[in-house]
């Protein structure tokens, strides 16, 4: 996160402008020669560029709470994301931010389950920006919030998905940035640990903290946003309130994502993605 370009000058927290973008995705042989069914037989495959954004600007200003819904099940929420954040560079156009965004994309499937439930919380940390000192002043807060107990010197293999799910959601918390975006559902855990997730983001609201919230989640979007913006075929078909949004994009197609889902829908993102993680605009 580091080599991601800051300007603390900008008035707004993220601002895109005039951004293009393409990622590769993999393409099956075809053909009826000879040749292309051998091609095929050996499971070859070309790559081929697809246009995923196209002239998208829009402007999130501090405190802004909002929500990237893509008209498409599968769309192209996470590269928006990923832009904001700088995680991905844009083709064409610029995305400036005024302070670091912290991606929560994948949770689950950040832990490594041959290090212990502590060492995987210091390599998060250090992953989304934090110090080691940053990381052991905050160690006991992670610990009681996440609920890990005697877990923490245990070692990840044996964390279920969902206690995996609060770690990495309680080290993003534990950052103490001042804008998220987030992919899938806002909050994790079960019902007990989703009201300890609530009143601390609605706090961080409360502080001024911006959140984009991308995804399918219309409860969330409802009870959490304040504000919408719909892509439709990699273009913004509107930039409004909530409720245009679930009424332009119909509120019965939107249903909550599991983290299974949405642990899955960034797999293929990151199975089609051939591009530096860390490289900034």
Request: hydrophobic content about 40%.
């Amino acid at each position: 996160m580091a080599r991601v370009h800051i300007d603390p000058d900008l008035p707004a927290a993220v601002e895109f402008d005039d951004v293009f973008l393409t990622m590769p995705r993999t393409k099956r042989r075809k053909g009826g020669g000879r040749s292309a069914r051998l091609k095929r037989f050996a499971q070859e495959t070309s790559r081929v560029s697809e246009p995923v954004l196209e002239g998208v600007s829009f402007t999130v200003a501090p405190g802004d709470r909002v929500a990237v819904i893509d008209r498409a099940k599968r769309g192209h929420t996470a590269e928006i994301l990923r832009l904001a954040a700088g995680t991905l560079i844009p083709d064409h156009g610029h995305v400036r931010r005024s302070t670091e965004v912290i991606p929560i994309l994948r949770r689950a499937g950040l832990i490594n389950a041959k290090l212990t439930v502590r060492q995987n919380i210091f390599v998060i940390g250090i992953l989304l920006g934090m110090s080691p000192d940053q990381i052991t002043e905050r160690m006991d807060w992670i610990t009681s919030t996440a609920g890990l107990g005697k877990a923490i010197d245990s070692y990840a293999r044996a964390c279920p998905p969902e206690l995996r799910r609060r770690i990495v959601w309680t080290v993003s918390m534990a950052t103490q940035a001042r804008v998220f975006a987030t992919q899938g559902s806002l909050i994790v855990g079960d019902e007990q640990y989703r009201e300890v997730g609530w009143a601390h983001v609605e706090g961080l609201a409360a502080d001024g903290v911006t959140f984009l919230v991308a995804g399918q989640n219309a409860p969330v979007m409802e009870r959490f946003c304040t504000r919408a913006v719909v892509l439709d075929q990699g273009r913004i078909v509107l930039d409004g309130t909530v409720a245009e949004a679930l009424d332009l994009v119909g509120r019965s197609t939107l249903v909550e994502e599991t983290e299974e889902q949405v642990e899955e829908d960034v797999d293929v993102l990151d199975n089609r993605a051939e591009r530096d993680d860390f490289r900034a605009d």
